[in-house]
């Protein structure tokens, strides 16, 4: 149960060289414009984008392997069972039915599901590059100062900074907490049953839980004895300052933003794009 | 010295508690969890964790935690954050906290009627949270079937009632027994 949860290494690329405000915002735009977008062009182009800035962080495939077997897995499944709940999703959507091939039953292939299907897997696709460059590019330390910079209140930006802070602990008392279960003989291995197994892991919360409470006492008192939220602002140590690439970047999203909502104001006059009317 | 119960205060102890509780809520949903025979759908422990927080340090907490647990535990595992159901979560968690108000876990009260207000707030929140709001953006967001998002949906409000509901209660009523209760001083 060994994991690294950012694996962020300080490297010299462009976009490691951006802010992490600049980069928070860069990864909203792109994820507002393919959320809003159903058009397999724009999210095709974004998708694009978005591998080749990818390798531009030069983010090795060994780091990001177990999140692409994931995501790999989440779209199978979902294309699956999309189909099996509503063979007939896309042919509603676009408002046509043009068949090539049947199965059985109310099972038919259509251009017109198969056009919606794919969309939307590229559409689940397309953010993942984008989250993977923001969180493996972005020094933990600077999370808390780019939320606080797109108006997020300090207090629930270092609350999110505290969250990154005590996973590894956390993670590293669970781990102590079973050891010494299993020392007196509370079986973790793969011998005792899924059940009992479940169970055990829900004994190890208890004392996990009870740790934590006291220390939530502890660190609050400390924070509040140095004069933690006593003003509506705060300055945070780890920001960096903006420079001509940030805005560089924030312009080429947001164009990216515009141009992916004027295409389905102007050219497809909804959301969806239909190549079949 | 009874001091008043504010719903939606954000002292320092709320934000410690939103740090340490989303560390907890984030191990819980990425490692003791049971996955169900519905697919993307599975028994989350993390959320009797997110009942257990609110009903201790109020809805800002509640809310925060899950969704902050649930929003880093996707980006750990799918590179980011599938938002419909990270905006749900925060949503269950939000509510769960409304118990606050009127419980006393603290002072070492969780009797039967505690247990029946918690309850019946933890159910509100999972009906509003995975009935209403996750169904609803999948469909606004990725125009996923509506059959097939409300399946998922019935079948996350019944595991995350149950979670909630059994290790939730489990835990407070274990909380509440380690508390001192007002007034268990006599004077002799």
Excluded at chain 1, 122 to 150: H, Q, R
Aim: charged share 15%; net charge positive; glycine share 8%.
């Amino acid at each position: 149960m060994k994991i690294k949860v950012f694996s962020y290494n300080r490297l010299n690329t462009p976009i490691h060289e951006l802010s992490g405000l600049s980069k928070f915002i860069c990864f909203l735009l792109l994820t507002f414009a393919v959320m809003f977008s159903y058009d397999i062009r724009v999210i095709l182009a974004i998708m694009v984008f978005s591998f080749w800035a990818l390798r531009v962080s030069k983010i090795k495939y060994s780091q990001i392997r177990l999140m692409v077997i994931y995501v790999v897995i989440f779209l199978l499944t979902n294309f699956v069972i999309s189909y099996l709940f509503a063979p007939e999703q896309g042919p509603m959507i676009y408002g046509t039915h043009h068949e090539f091939g049947h199965i059985f039953g109310r099972y038919t292939l259509t251009w017109e599901q198969l056009l919606y299907q794919g969309t939307k897997t590229m559409k689940y696709a397309s953010v993942v590059p984008l989250g993977i460059i923001f969180l493996l590019t972005t020094n933990p330390s600077e999370f808390a100062s780019a939320l606080n910079g797109v108006k997020v209140h300090y207090k629930a930006a270092f609350a999110v900074a505290l969250t990154l802070r005590y996973l590894p602990d956390i993670q590293r008392d669970y781990n102590d907490i079973s050891m010494s279960q299993q020392a007196r003989g509370l079986d973790m291995s793969k011998k005792a049953k899924l059940r009992h197994r479940f169970k055990n892991a829900l004994l190890i919360i208890i004392p996990l839980l009870f740790s934590t409470l006291d220390r939530i006492e502890n660190i609050s008192n400390a924070m509040d004895l140095r004069g933690f939220g006593k003003r509506k602002r705060r300055t945070w140590y780890a920001k960096r300052p903006f420079r001509r690439a940030d805005w560089v970047a924030i312009g080429i999203t947001a164009s990216i933003f515009v141009a992916s909502l004027s295409v389905s104001i102007f050219v497809n006059h909804s959301r969806f794009f239909n190549p079949f009317t | 010295m009874e001091e008043k119960k504010k719903l939606f205060q954000f002292k320092t102890s709320t934000i410690v508690a939103v740090g340490v509780g989303g560390a907890i809520f984030w191990l819980l949903f990425m490692f003791v969890k049971v996955p169900s025979p519905i697919p993307e759908t599975s028994f989350q422990t993390a959320y009797g964790i997110a009942g257990f927080f609110g009903a201790l340090f109020g809805p800002i907490a509640g809310g925060l935690i899950a969704f902050i647990g649930h929003a880093i535990s996707d980006a750990v595992q799918y590179g980011s954050p599938w938002w419909s159901w990270v905006i749900a979560s925060g949503v269950t968690g939000f509510i769960y906290g409304i118990s606050f108000k009127f419980l006393k876990v603290g002072e070492g009260k969780f009797g039967v009627k505690g247990i029946l207000i918690y309850n019946a707030v933890q159910i509100a929140a999972n009906a509003a949270a995975w009935i209403l709001v996750a169904p609803i953006l999948d469909i606004v967001v990725y125009a996923e079937p509506v059959s097939l998002v409300f399946t998922q949906g019935a079948i996350a409000f019944v595991m995350n009632s149950i979670s909630a509901g059994v290790i939730g209660t489990g835990l407070l009523a274990i909380y509440a027994a380690t508390r001192t209760k007002e007034g268990s001083l006599n004077k002799e």
